[in-house]
């Protein structure tokens, strides 16, 4: 069964850049979409994007367009999140996530990282 | 950008209760691409249902998802004290479309 480490809790300044890492084990990971979903407090789930990783591409949802990449390095099975010109309202859990089928970008996830908490503040 | 607008926002039930959780959508998924999540404080979403109908691995069979089109439903047939939580359907179309509803919250009467 795949497992999914993130990378640990970050806190920056507005204007900054951080960097995800999102470490896969335990079983297949190139051919499944790996996307990316944050939770603001006291909010939603909210889309960011995501990756094939056999295939390097990326998509991104409208609203983080050219200020998020994303990337992935088949040799670690590791997928990352770059997100840059952070704001306070960027304040949340950051997860990674498994697509439950083969091939497609758009997805459902069946398999979640545990969450990253990104903190954005002077 | 499709649109999933939840209903209701709050969902106040005892253990043993049936609850039915809706969800529509502002345009029609023609693909039926529709899935449901659990999330319980602190914890990372769960994957109930995807492909409108199609229970996720090890998910109990008191859960159940039906629709099409717009409108989509979750019910969970008999509510365990563990399945008070926020529900979230997500449609997937073509990339880069993935959306998530608002959310509704399933709690102890």
């Known amino acids: 069964q795949v497992q999914l480490v993130q990378s640990g809790a970050e806190v920056k300044n507005p204007g900054s850049s951080v960097k995800v890492s999102c470490k896969a084990s335990?079983?297949?990971?190139?051919?499944?979409?790996m996307g990316w979903v944050r939770q603001a407090p006291g909010h939603g789930l909210e889309w960011m994007g995501g990756i094939i990783p056999i295939f390097s591409t990326a998509d991104y949802a409208q609203k983080f367009q050219g200020r998020v990449t994303i990337s992935a390095d088949e040799s670690t099975s590791t997928v990352y999140m770059e997100l840059s010109s952070l704001r306070s309202d960027d304040t949340a859990v950051y997860y990674c996530?498994?697509?439950?089928?083969?091939?497609?970008?758009?997805?459902?996830?069946?398999?979640w990282g545990q969450g990253t908490m990104v903190t954005v503040s002077a | 950008e499709i649109v999933l607008t939840q209903s209701p926002g709050t969902l106040s039930l005892s253990p043993g209760e049936r609850a039915t959780l809706s969800c529509r959508a502002s345009l029609t998924l023609t693909t039926d691409y529709l899935a449901w999540y659990q999330v319980r404080p602190g914890q990372a979403p769960r994957l109930l249902i995807y492909g409108s109908s199609r229970r996720a691995n090890g998910i109990p069979d008191r859960f159940s998802g039906s629709g099409s089109g717009t409108d989509f439903t979750l019910t969970i047939s008999r509510l365990d004290p563990e399945d008070f939580a926020v529900y979230y359907c997500q449609q997937y179309g073509r990339s880069p479309s993935v959306t998530f509803g608002g959310g509704t919250v399933v709690q102890i009467k």
């Open positions: 996530a498994r697509a439950v089928l083969t091939g497609d970008l758009s997805n459902a996830f069946d398999i």
């Open positions: 335990g079983g297949i990971f190139s051919s499944y979409a």
